[in-house]
């Protein structure tokens, strides 16, 4: 019969695979953090599945639940363009990286091969010999592996300082300052004759202030550049002919009154 361990591997491990190729070549940085969300929820319930109930709530609760979202978070406010990952501002990262991943890649050939060769003593084993899973855990960190487990934490400091220096980004160009955007402003002004000053509001000298009314000029004609482009293309806005149509007509109501006077 078929254990609850090998149907969960078997159901979960293509979503897996499909949710890390996903993280890799998504195209954007929030889609590829979900997909590692989707792979992180994955190997929480392997756990769950072998009998690891500690190692399934610190999955859920602190990577997937705390680390990622923040991840998630940061990129949702901040933004990250795929254009950003073209300039190194640290020479050498590149290569560095290379060499971590090929590092990383023969560590997990090592430990797969480690797993198939020698015969694996099993959860149950090592959780009946001190009581639990959770307290067979607690005696390997803070006995036999006490030292490692405190490194480990100043690693993961050391990380993170290290990820904000690789994040951090010198500005290439010179700052713009209100002087040079005024002066960018004159010089359209001078080339193509566009107005220096800054665009009409929606609705001025209409009947309502909303922002598919584009503003009417006091001639009477409709300013285009008082409404979003976006507006334009989609066919969300007034009808230009229906806004002036007032206009002209008050325009001949008073023309006929100096005729006729």
């Known amino acids: 019969m078929v254990s609850a361990d090998s149907f969960a591997f078997w159901l979960l491990a293509p979503v897996m695979i499909l949710g890390a190729l996903g993280m890799i070549l998504s195209r954007k940085p929030v889609h590829s953090a979900l ?4 792979v992180m ?3 929480a319930v392997q756990y769950a599945a072998q009998d690891a109930p500690f190692l399934f709530a610190v999955q859920i609760i602190v990577y997937t639940g705390a680390i990622l979202m923040l991840f998630l978070f940061v990129l949702m406010l901040v933004g990250v363009d795929t254009a950003d990952s073209l300039v ?12 971590a991943g090929v590092g990383f890649g023969l560590l997990l050939v090592f430990a797969v091969g480690n797993a198939v060769v020698d015969s694996p003593i099993g959860l149950i084993d090592a959780n ?17 592996y006490v030292f490692v487990f405190e490194a480990t934490s100043a690693l993961l400091i050391t990380a993170a300082v290290g990820a904000m220096v690789l994040a951090h980004r010198e500005r ?6 209100q002087a040079d955007l005024a002066a960018e402003r004159l010089r359209r002004y001078a080339e193509t004759g566009q107005h220096p000053g800054p665009l009409p509001t929606p609705g001025v000298f209409a009947r309502h202030n909303a922002v598919d ?12 550049l008082s409404v979003s482009a976006t507006l334009r293309a989609r066919g969300a806005i007034l009808d230009s002919e229906d806004l002036v149509l007032p206009i002209q007509q008050t325009t001949r109501s008073l023309e006929a009154g100096e005729e006729d006077r």
């Open 213 to 224: 009314t584009p503003a009417l000029l006091p001639d009477g004609s409709v300013s285009e």
């Open 41 to 43: 929820i994955s190997l």
């Open 172 to 177: 290439l160009t010179p700052k713009v300052t």
């Open 128 to 144: 009946a010999a001190d009581g639990g899973n959770v307290q067979g855990i607690a005696a390997l960190l803070f006995n036999r």
């Open 35 to 38: 997909c590692l969300a989707t």
């Open 88 to 99: 190194e501002t640290i020479k050498g990262q590149r290569a560095l990286a290379v060499v």
